[in-house]
């Protein structure tokens, strides 16, 4: 079954404004839950990673005033893209790491962002 | 620089021919490989992780192997609900994050019936 949620599946938006998306742990709690994006064609990109009662850290390149993240529970993770512009539509993705007998990472259904 | 590269972009079978993907890899210390499927619209399903050269895991009628330079995914008589984007990832030993999972473009598969 799904080990992790994202709301919502789609969001159209006018430029300027902001946007919030949710990930949440289904079957787990997770200290740390990891931030993608995914332009068509391309790679998976780590946006930044989220931490449960703590500052996200952000890769390089990604603004993190812009990309504002809280990681309030053990079970859910938000990204808001704030004042948000056409070129950051994409598809955004959460997921979270299980490490066990084997390294697993569980992605979400994602989330399809359109700024108009 | 750590890289990921998969090949061929894109793939065409008909039902029940084999065939395999490829996934080079670049890295200055492979804490593991991960293989997934994602299908149109969705997150990336996983599939496999593979640690150290010479493993291999299979799931129905897929395998996975791995050497010091590169993983294959090989399918075996393929249906087309095989049809779906395969994606590779590579965790580097001592980078950052457990999450910090560096991709490949994928492979799109599409099998015809």
């Known amino acids: 079954g799904a080990v992790v949620s994202q709301h919502p599946s789609r969001v159209i938006c006018k430029s300027g404004t902001s946007v919030k998306i949710e990930c949440r742990s289904l079957?787990?709690?997770?200290?740390?839950m990891f931030w993608y994006r995914q332009f068509p064609k391309q790679s998976l990109m780590l946006m930044a990673t989220?931490?449960?009662?703590?500052?996200?850290?952000?890769e390089q390149g990604v603004e993190k005033d812009k990309f504002l993240i809280n990681h309030a529970s053990l079970t859910l993770s938000t990204l808001t893209v704030t004042s948000a512009h056409p070129e950051d539509s994409s598809f955004y993705i959460c997921s979270l790491f299980s490490s066990g007998n084997t390294d697993t990472q569980y992605f979400g259904p994602g989330t399809r962002l359109t700024v108009l | 620089e750590d890289q990921v590269t998969q090949s061929p972009e894109a793939l065409r079978l008909q039902e029940g021919e084999s065939s395999s993907l490829n996934c080079s890899y670049t890295?200055?210390?492979?804490?593991?490989l991960f293989w997934y499927r994602q299908d149109p619209g969705k997150g990336p399903e996983f599939l496999f992780t593979?640690?150290?050269a010479g493993e291999e895991k299979e799931k129905e009628r897929l395998k996975a192997t791995l050497t010091k330079k590169e993983s294959f995914l090989h399918i075996t008589a393929p249906k087309p609900e095989d049809s779906a984007t395969y994606l590779c990832?590579?965790?580097?030993?001592?980078?950052?994050?457990?999450?910090?999972?560096?991709f490949g473009k994928g492979t799109k598969l599409s099998v015809k019936p």
């Open positions: 593979l640690y150290s």
């Open positions: 989220s931490n449960e009662g703590s500052k996200a850290t952000y």
């Open positions: 079957d787990f709690q997770a200290t740390t």
């Open positions: 990832a590579v965790q580097a030993r001592g980078k950052g994050s457990q999450g910090n999972l560096i």
């Open positions: 890295v200055s210390g492979l804490r593991g």
